[in-house]
């Protein structure tokens, strides 16, 4: 029997739940066969970076394109990540391992896969950024959990990415590193601000390496 898990994905700015809920017909191997996906849509917020205008986001964003120095909305980010550790707080109290439960997220959902799974307080199986960035100063990372740092971190970045620009990514591995945190980084050539077949056909066998079975 396929070991029971958790995917959570957390869209971009502007974009919506649903509208990613196709994501999981790629996740064919049997493997996923008990997995429960959850594609929440963020709140309606004013974002600065695009003038005040209220759209679904999930923190504020100050400036596009997002670069390695772009401000960080800090505070913004940690009452972003309290509502997503109470997705995965209640996926858990219904019984699923939190060996397997695995936080994924597209550009601005990928800042805020990073900033939750390093905040919560036990190891997860993993979190998956695309196209996202370090929302945070590195005076975080004392506030990092001891277990959240063991829970392994696959990073992902389009090389010709304009929107969150591909040195945001870059900084990424350099800042987990020095948190004491495993990360994988993929750089995809030609690739811009989005996410490819390919990139969803690595996080599959990556997610499906790290499942464990409940025996």
């Excluded at 396929?2 to 739940?17: C, E, P």
């Excluded at 917020?45 to 960080?72: L, Q």
Aim: with cysteine; proline share 8%.
């Amino acid at each position: 029997m396929a070991t029971r898990s958790f995917v959570l994905w957390l869209h971009g700015l502007g974009d919506s739940g649903p509208a990613n809920e196709p994501i999981k017909t790629l996740f064919r191997s049997p493997e996923f066969r008990n997995t429960k996906w959850s594609f929440p849509s963020a709140p309606q917020n004013p974002v600065t970076c695009n003038y005040g205008m209220r759209m679904p986001s999930w923190f504020d964003i100050h400036e596009i394109p997002v670069t390695a120095d772009s401000p960080k909305a800090e505070s913004d980010v940690l009452k972003a990540v309290q509502n997503v550790h109470a997705m995965i707080d209640k996926e858990i109290a219904a019984g699923t391992n939190p060996n397997n439960v695995f936080v994924c997220g597209f550009s601005q959902g990928g800042a805020l896969t990073m900033a939750s799974v390093l905040l919560y307080p036990k190891k997860l199986g993993g979190g998956a950024v695309f196209s996202g960035w370090v929302p945070f100063n590195s005076s975080m990372i004392e506030k990092f959990p001891e277990d959240a740092k063991k829970t392994p971190i696959l990073w992902s970045h389009g090389m010709a990415d304009r929107t969150v620009l591909f040195e945001a990514g870059q900084a990424g591995p350099p800042f987990l590193e020095q948190a004491g945190v495993t990360c994988e980084f993929k750089a995809y050539p030609g690739l811009g601000h989005s996410i490819s077949n390919e990139e969803l056909q690595f996080l599959e066998s990556w997610i499906k390496t790290r499942l464990q079975s409940s025996s």
